[in-house]
């Protein structure tokens, strides 16, 4: 079983970055697609970004261009690069493992598991 640690969220200015860290024990993540995801207050929880074992990716639209997931299998960890943000970017992001099947339902919750406790970032206008 992996467990999951976010980390670095915290509150910034509109315009501002911050870089999430989502750190693994228990198994290698080399070989897991892994998900960013994140749940505003009242909210569902909706899909942000997604990164493969071969490095590739996909990101929801209203945060393309502006944020960046990568991963260091050396230090079984995952990256979430978010600059440029706005105010409704604040959420608490969670990271998560891929355990689906197909690989086109990445943007679904319901496919991942061994979610992290989350981490607040708040972007102030």
């Known amino acids: 079983q992996v467990q999951l640690v976010e980390s670095g969220g915290g509150l910034v200015q509109t315009g501002g970055s911050l870089r999430l860290a989502c750190a693994a024990s228990?198994?290698?993540?080399?070989?897991?697609?892994m998900g960013w995801f994140r749940q505003a207050p009242g909210k569902e929880r909706e899909f942000v970004a997604t990164i493969r074992p071969s490095g590739s990716t996909d990101y929801a639209d209203s945060v393309k261009g502006r944020f960046t997931i990568s991963r260091d299998n050396t230090k079984n960890t995952v990256y979430l690069q978010m600059n440029s943000l706005k105010p409704e970017d604040t959420a608490v992001y969670y990271c998560?493992?891929?355990?689906?099947?197909?690989?086109?339902?990445?943007?679904?919750?319901?496919?991942?598991?061994?979610w992290g406790q989350g981490t607040q970032v708040t972007v102030s206008s």
């Open positions: 228990g198994r290698p993540l080399s070989n897991y697609a």
């Open positions: 998560a493992v891929y355990v689906g099947y197909s690989g086109r339902d990445y943007y679904t919750s319901a496919r991942y598991a061994s």
